[in-house]
């Protein structure tokens, strides 16, 4: 230990009378023997105050530190004065200027240091367990029992074997797209901003930017700005732009007086949350920079609600569905793992149905290209499905109490009479969850009896909001799947992540010792020096770290400080299972329970393993 840092120790030490009575007397007034002390950087020496009633502290160059107590004694920082904090001060300077010469040995220390578990932390059981013993009913240990599932995170238990029925979204659930989905979706909206809504022709220069948004942003419709807020609500301090000009921290308090959002300015927040979002967020940053630029004066609300009028109307009109089925194999993502998985959940008795907002001619058309290679033992991908509902209008759907009506797939028409059953032979339009559950029987937990049936529906989707709340809020499971998960793991698995947050880890180390260290006014320039050369190290660490996701808004789970971000909090809140893929699910067994690790109290996959 540092004299320094011995010296600082010196603080805490507390001199009882009995402890001076004890010392011999001829030792009163005199260096303390080394049998009271414990550790030896000064001579320390007891001196009755008769006017303040208490001993003070005396030090020499050589001696010993007294047994640390209970409290402090006050008349220490008189006698110190305030140099032991400067030279605490000097002490952590060179700890830093140690760790910097030091960083060339962090990647050989890495080996050693956790990483996050891409297989998933889902821990699968055959049988049930006790919760408080980590046990199987048979009396079998935990580990016994357990099997890792790839790639499958879980936010509450489930129990696989009482999931009877599986519901799926179809746009970036059952199938995935490319990024030209998303240029061909800006381009429409952009073109149709211009011809419409008579925005300057001057907005068709701009482009889609993939390396532009995030996932989980939300729109400010009062002040323009895009912005990332963290699990708690409050506005990333590197995560609020103004068309495509990022905001300083100050800038950021002097528009909304706090980095938090309250709840009055909640209200004002349009989130971002599925991936069909990418576009609208990247022309609404685009629009608004073209204003600023032409110096034009504008109002954002309006901003926000044209680009969201041009967006609804490219998919509601059918062009952007159009031009998909015209060149499916520049748009659509094949993946025969995705049929795999529904084929065997009809093999082992599971029902299946759809429930999506895409027209039926979109979804037939793309379902019979992803699935073409595929062999079927009827005619049709619809053989996979009880059940086919399409434009369902979620998430209306789920608290409306909008009709079922039969759609004819060869005239393109709706029927009239009442729908009170559904039929695997025929598709259904609109609808809501209260006739859905009254037809097919198919329901969560009795709402209002003391005994709850086993839940039997999970959903899948994409859209936290639109897809997921409502049947969470409904007593069905749920399950996220968001693709960018598996990106962002091996992002932070890999050595230059893993570099940038070794530094990090010891930049925070400092600066803790930095702020508990109290320095006299006119002695504070060496301490604000250290701090602000810290602070730049820490942003530096930080802006590398959120660079290795995305140059403008980070990560998707997480904040550039380490905390999760609202999307996670959303995730937590509506998803009981969250994947990056469907096919994840091939590798776990049909009466498998699902179980978060007991360790884990918020986002699971950003669990440490060895």
């Known amino acids: ?38 550790f030896k950087p000064f001579d320390v ?22 047994v640390p107590g209970p409290r402090s004694m006050c008349t220490l920082s008189t006698t110190l004065g305030s140099g032991a904090d400067e030279d605490e001060i000097e002490r952590i300077r060179r700890e830093f200027e140690d760790a910097k010469r030091n960083y060339l040995s962090i990647p050989a220390a890495m080996k050693d240091m956790p990483k996050m578990d891409p297989q998933g932390l889902a821990v699968c059981s055959s049988r049930p367990l006790c919760p408080c013993l980590g046990m199987s009913g048979d009396g079998l240990t935990f580990a016994g029992l357990a099997s890792w599932v790839s790639g499958i995170y879980v936010n509450k238990n489930v129990k696989l074997d009482d999931l009877q029925v599986y519901g799926f979204d179809y746009d970036y659930t059952l199938s995935h797209y490319s990024d030209h989905l998303q240029c061909l979706i800006y381009d429409l909206a952009k073109k149709h901003l211009v011809d419409e809504f008579k925005y300057p022709e001057s907005c068709l220069q701009y482009e889609y930017d993939r390396r532009f948004p995030v996932r989980g942003l939300y729109y ?44 009055d300015q909640v209200r004002q927040l349009v989130g971002l949350m599925d991936v069909f979002c990418f576009s609208e967020a990247c022309l609404i940053a685009d629009i608004v920079q073209h204003f600023v630029d032409a110096k034009l004066e504008f109002d954002a609300p309006y901003i926000y609600e044209d680009v969201n009028k041009a967006i609804q109307h490219v998919h509601r009109s059918g062009l952007v569905h159009r031009k998909v089925l015209a060149e499916p194999q520049k748009f659509l993502i094949k993946n025969s793992q995705v049929f795999r998985f529904l084929k065997t959940l009809r093999e082992k008795g599971k029902k299946l149905f759809l429930l999506t907002n895409s027209p039926f001619y979109f979804v037939d058309g793309g379902m019979s290209y992803l699935l073409e290679d595929q062999h079927f033992d009827g005619n049709s991908w619809r053989e996979l499905f009880d059940v086919v509902i399409a434009q369902a209008n979620k998430p209306t759907f789920y608290n409306s109490d909008h009709p079922f009506r039969v759609y004819d797939t060869e005239k393109d028409t709706l029927a009239f009479t009442a729908v009170d059953k559904f039929l695997p032979s025929e598709v259904y339009y609109h609808g809501c969850l209260k006739s859905f559950l009254q037809i097919t029987k198919w329901r969560g937990p009795e709402v209002g009896s003391l005994k709850f049936e086993p839940q039997k529906v999970i959903y899948f989707g994409d859209h936290l909001l639109s897809d997921l709340r409502g049947p969470s809020k409904a007593g069905w499971r749920t399950a996220a799947v968001i693709r960018e998960l598996e990106d962002e793991i091996g992002i932070q698995n890999g050595d230059s992540y893993r570099f940038q947050q070794a530094k990090l880890s010891i930049i925070h180390d400092l600066l803790g ?11 504070g320039q060496v301490y604000r020096a250290l701090l602000d050369e810290l602070n730049a190290e820490r942003h530096q660490c930080r802006s590398g770290m959120r660079n290795l996701f995305n140059s403008s808004f980070g990560a998707t789970f997480l904040t550039d400080t380490g905390k999760e971000s609202s999307f996670a909090y959303h995730i937590h809140q509506y998803a009981d299972i969250y994947t990056s893929k469907l096919e994840n699910f091939l590798s776990h067994a049909p009466e498998s329970w699902l179980h978060p690790p007991h360790d884990i109290k918020i986002m699971p996959h950003n669990a440490k393993v060895a």
């Open 45 to 66: 020496m007891l001196q009755w105050e008769p006017g303040s009633g208490a001993y003070s502290l005396l030090l020499r160059d050589s001696g010993s530190l007294l």
């Open 220 to 263: 400010d419709k009062l002040k323009g700005c895009l912005v990332k807020l963290d699990f708690f609500g409050s506005i990333e301090p590197d995560g609020c732009f103004f068309g495509r000009r990022k905001l300083s921290p100050t800038e950021i308090k002097e528009l909304y007086g706090t980095r938090h959002i309250g709840r």
């Open 1 to 38: 230990m540092a004299a320094t840092a011995r010296i600082r120790l010196l603080a805490s030490c507390y001199i009882s009378p009995a402890l001076y009575r004890a010392a011999p007397r001829h030792m009163r007034g005199q260096s303390v023997p080394h049998w009271v002390l414990a």
């Open 513 to 523: 010792k930095v702020h508990a260290t109290v320095v006299s006014t006119e002695k």
